[in-house]
């Protein structure tokens, strides 16, 4: 160090700006981010150019020109005569009329499933253990086309297989039957609201007191069947009044080419419903027996030892636990569920992307139809998790 300059601070090395390690990082972040930048510029450029010589701009207003294309299933009213962005709706329905019905009945199965693998009975718990390694370890779409090939064995609509006069297996799909309301119908229904009215109140006033006394007890069992109660003596004045029921079970009844009353589930939709039950649940199953085996042992041991059945073991003491388990992995299954429906398109189910595909096929339109596409199933999923990641949070154990 020369005489007289300045000593530098203890501890501390005047490292140049171009050798600093911090700031080093920044630049190549700043540069990767602007490299990234410049590629998709770049495909950008090249894709509208193409498009533009091709006489295919990327435009929306093909939404409002009429379809002109059938869709042989649909939650809402629909023709020919409407428009793309209509059919579009369709098939966004589709999509959660098949996703919303195989979450439900994947996770009783999957439920049920992952319960029998963990049976002390060895007959039920090899069964599963069978079922789940051979589900599992087929491709989905293939299980898909099987269903719908089986359906197709079934014999003509006039020689339907009938099944306790409530159900009937036809080459056209299965008929069911099913609910149908009467004149009185809306009249009842003040009677369901009023009910529903009145157990909320229930609930919220015993939990109330519950929260002064500072003890446990149960409230929601006893709301449910108040407002039950109310519903059931609504709909019995409601015979006593007109003479009807509000609501009756239509029978199907064979007339000469079809069925007349109940309500026909078509071929394609019950072998995409069948699939994504039987493959997802497999998956479920599996994640409820981790869920049950991540309780400990003493918690079995400690219910036994105050005189709980096995059921009332596994529903009030082992379930609530595995629950904080089950919910995260859980997700990711019906999120998969939903997206898997895609594969309807083998079954010539009308979903989200057969309707979307049509659209594309008749318009030329590809670009906004794909990010329509992507964004219909991106607004699902992250609605489904919402939801799963709320509930997750309700059931998480909070320190105090």
Do not use: C
């Amino acid at each position: 160090m020369a005489v007289g300059s300045p000593p530098l601070p203890s501890g501390k090395v005047n490292i140049p700006f171009y050798r600093d390690t911090r700031i080093i990082a920044i630049i190549v972040q700043v540069v990767f981010a602007l490299a990234v930048v410049a590629l998709l510029w770049y495909l950008y450029s090249n894709m509208m150019n193409g498009l533009r010589q091709a006489n295919l701009l990327p435009t929306f207003a093909f939404l409002s020109v009429p379809a002109g294309f059938p869709i042989s299933e649909s939650v809402i009213e629909y023709d020919p005569s409407k428009t793309y962005g209509q059919a579009f709706i369709v098939g966004i329905l589709n999509t959660i009329r098949v996703a919303g019905i195989g979450i439900i009945l994947a996770t009783l199965l999957g439920l049920i499933l992952g319960i029998a693998r963990l049976s002390d009975n060895w007959l039920l718990r090899n069964v599963a253990l069978v079922y789940v390694e051979i589900v599992r370890n087929i491709p989905l779409l293939l299980q898909l086309i099987f269903w719908f090939s089986l359906t197709r064995l079934f014999p003509r609509i006039q020689e339907s297989i009938e099944v306790g006069g409530l159900m009937f297996l036809h080459n056209r799909g299965v008929t069911l039957a099913w609910p149908q309301t009467a004149n009185d119908f809306d009249t009842w229904m003040w009677w369901v609201y009023g009910g529903i009215v009145i157990g909320i109140i229930f609930y919220v006033v015993r939990r109330i007191q519950f929260a002064r006394r500072d003890r446990p007890g149960v409230a929601l069992p006893y709301a449910i069947l108040i407002a039950f109660a109310i519903a059931l003596v609504g709909f019995l004045l409601s015979y006593v009044l007109y003479g009807a029921w509000p609501v009756s079970l239509s029978i199907p009844e064979l007339q000469r080419f079809n069925f007349v009353g109940g309500i026909t589930v078509t071929n394609s939709f019950a072998a995409l419903l069948v699939g994504l039950v039987i493959y997802t649940a497999v998956f479920i199953g599996e994640i409820v027996r981790s869920g049950i085996l991540a309780v400990s042992k003493g918690q079995r041991e400690a219910a036994r030892a105050l005189g709980l059945t096995p059921g009332q073991t596994m529903r009030l003491v082992i379930l609530p636990q595995a629950l904080r388990v089950i919910i995260p992995p859980l997700t990711s299954q019906y999120l998969n569920l939903t997206k898997n429906s895609s594969l309807a398109i083998a079954v010539a189910y009308p979903d989200l992307f057969y309707v979307a595909n049509t659209i594309n096929n008749q318009t030329g339109q590809a670009v906004p139809v794909i990010l329509m596409l992507m964004a219909s199933y991106l607004s699902v999923s992250l609605l489904t998790s919402l939801f799963m990641n709320w509930y997750n949070r309700r059931i998480q154990l909070v320190e105090r």
